[in-house]
C-alpha cells in the first residue's frame, strides 16, 4: 500500500505562507513553524517574519524559499563578501557578530537542554574575535573547468558546482596570493583540472596553510603520479613573502577525500611552523590542526584551567591528534599519555614533544575505547582524563571504562553540542556532574562552535 505522503501539511510545494523565524538550524537555516508544521529557510534570522515558497515536503518538515523578508531582524547585516550568496563556506554573514554568538550560544545550551536533560545549567557567552576575520589558516580549493578556463574556488551549499573566488575574507593574506599565482600558472602551462565524472585531468585541489607569522605552504593534490611542471610554480611562489614550501599530493582515487596517502616535496621546507602559545609546532600537509590559531589557544587555556593540575597528577588525552593539548598540559602535570588512531598524528605528536623539550608526554597509536581501558586494567588511573572527540562524539566503551575507573575529573572539548550532550547525558547516569560549560567561537561567520566542560566525580 502507498504511504500517504504530505497529508499532516497544511500548506501544499508551490504555495506562499508568511513564516515566523524562531531559531537557526544546522547550516545556519531558519526554522519557523505554520500551523505545527516545522520549515526550513535558508537565509532566513530569528526574530524575523518572511514570507517563502514551498518547495519540498518530507515526512517531519518542509523546506522553502526566502522571497521577501517582511520584518527583518534588528541584527541582520549586509555580507561584506561579493561570493556570500554562492558560497558554501560561510552561513552567517548576514548577521552581525554579536548575533552570531548569541546563536552559538543558544546551539549549546539548547542542545543541553534538550538532548542532555541540563534544565539548570547557565551556558556563559562564547569566547568571541575582536576582529572575526581573516582567521583561517588552512584552505582547499578544489579545481574545475568553468566557460573553457580553469578556476579554483569552492563548492555550493550541498553541491559540487564549483564557485569561482579570487579572494576568501576569512583565509589569512598570503592565501589569495597564492590563488592568483596558481590560476596564472595554470594557464601558462596547461594544467587540465580534475573531472570527477570522467576521472580525467591533472589537478584536483590546492591546499594552502598559513601561519601568525604571515608565512605559507602549498600542496597540489594531483590526479597523476609525477606533475613536472610544478617547479615552475615552485619558482614563482618564491617571489612571494613568505614562501615556505611546496608539495604534491597523489590522489588517484574515486573519492571525495582530498588528500591521498604520497606526499612529494617539490621545493623548500616539507612542513610548516606554527606557535601556540610558547609551543612550536610542525604541520606538514596532512596535518590536523585547528584552523584559528589565536582562538585555539583561548580554547586549551580554558580547558587547562577546568583540568585544575597542581604538577603530580597522571593525565590521559584521548583523541590526541597531533598532541596539541597534551603538550598544553604536560606543562603542568607530572605525566600525560596521549591516544590517537592516526599514526602519521602520532608520529607528529612526538615529534612536537621532542623540538619543545617536554619530556613527559609520551604517546600511543591505537583506537581510544580500546587503549584506555587496557591501560586503567595496568592499573595506570589518570587523575584527569581529557576527550577531544571527532563530531560523532566519544565511543560509548571509552566513556563506560572512564566512569568504571572512577577518574575524578573529565574535560570534555567538543565540535558538536548534540554528541556533546548526549555523551554528557551518559557521564551523568553514571556517577558525574556537570561543574563547567565554556563555548569559544573558532569559526566565526559559520554555525560550528567548540565547546569545553568539566564534568567532575560526585558519587561512587
Not at 60 to 75: C, F, N, T, V
Not at 162 to 190: F, G, H, T, Y
Not at 414 to 440: E, F, I, M, W
Amino acid at each position: 500500500m502507498a504511504k500517504k505522503k504530505f497529508q499532516a501539511f497544511p500548506f501544499q510545494v508551490g504555495q506562499r505562507i508568511d513564516l515566523p523565524i524562531h531559531a537557526l538550524g544546522e547550516g545556519g537555516v531558519g526554522i519557523g513553524r505554520f500551523e505545527g508544521a516545522a520549515v526550513f529557510v535558508p537565509g532566513a534570522l530569528p526574530g524575523e517574519t518572511v514570507r517563502v515558497r514551498i518547495r519540498y515536503l518530507a515526512s517531519r518538515y518542509a523546506q522553502a524559499e526566502l522571497e521577501k523578508i517582511l520584518q527583518p531582524s534588528h541584527q541582520r547585516i549586509e555580507p561584506p563578501c561579493p561570493y556570500d550568496a554562492r558560497c558554501g563556506g560561510c552561513q552567517l554573514q548576514h548577521l552581525s557578530y554579536e548575533g552570531q554568538l548569541e546563536v552559538k550560544r543558544r546551539q549549546v545550551a539548547d542542545c543541553l537542554e534538550r538532548i542532555g536533560g541540563f534544565e539548570s545549567i547557565a551556558v556563559p557567552p562564547v569566547m568571541g574575535m575582536e576582529e572575526p576575520w581573516q582567521y583561517r589558516n588552512k584552505a582547499a580549493f578544489p579545481v574545475a573547468t568553468q566557460g573553457g578556463e580553469a578556476a579554483l574556488g569552492f563548492y555550493a551549499t550541498g553541491s559540487h558546482d564549483l564557485v569561482p573566488v579570487d579572494a576568501c575574507m576569512i583565509q589569512q593574506p598570503p592565501c589569495n596570493a597564492v590563488l592568483s599565482a596558481v590560476k596564472a600558472w595554470m594557464r601558462e602551462r596547461a594544467i587540465t583540472p580534475y573531472d570527477e565524472k570522467t576521472r580525467q585531468g591533472r589537478l584536483r585541489h590546492v591546499l594552502i596553510r598559513t601561519n601568525r607569522r604571515g608565512e605559507f605552504m602549498v600542496t597540489l593534490v594531483i590526479n597523476c603520479q609525477r606533475l613536472p611542471e610544478a617547479a615552475a610554480l615552485g619558482e614563482q611562489l618564491c617571489g612571494l613573502e613568505g614562501f615556505v614550501g611546496l608539495a604534491l599530493n597523489v590522489n588517484r582515487e574515486a573519492t571525495n577525500a582530498i588528500l591521498g596517502r604520497e606526499i612529494i616535496s617539490v621545493c623548500g621546507a616539507p612542513a610548516l611552523a606554527e606557535q601556540l602559545d610558547e609551543l612550536t609546532f610542525s604541520l606538514s600537509p596532512t596535518s590536523f590542526f585547528q584552523v584559528n590559531p589565536l582562538q585555539t589557544e583561548r580554547l586549551y587555556q580554558t580547558a587547562l584551567s577546568f583540568a585544575g593540575l597542581k604538577g603530580d597528577e597522571l593525565v590521559f588525552d584521548a583523541y590526541c591528534g597531533i598532541g596539541s593539548i597534551s603538550l598544553f598540559l604536560a606543562r603542568g602535570a607530572r605525566e600525560v599519555i596521549g591516544v590517537e588512531i592516526v599514526r602519521a598524528a602520532v608520529e607528529d605528536a612526538r615529534e612536537n614533544a621532542r623540538s619543545n623539550g617536554i619530556r613527559n608526554a609520551s604517546f600511543i597509536c591505537a583506537k581510544a575505547e580500546e587503549e584506555i581501558p587496557r591501560l586503567l586494567q595496568d592499573n595506570r588511573k589518570p587523575d584527569v582524563v581529557v576527550v577531544d572527540p571527532p563530531r560523532k562524539g566519544c565511543d560509548a566503551a571509552l566513556l563506560q571504562a572512564i566512569s568504571q575507573a572512577r577518574i575524578p575529573r573529565l574535560i570534555y572539548v567538543s565540535c558538536n553540542p548534540s554528541t556533546l550532550a548526549r555523551d554528557l547525558k551518559l557521564l551523568c547516569g553514571q556517577g558525574y556532574t556537570l561543574q563547567k560549560v565554556q563555548p569559544v567561537d573558532l569559526f566565526p561567520q559559520t554555525m560550528h562552535v567548540e565547546t569545553v566542560v568539566l564534568m567532575s566525580r560526585v558519587r561512587d
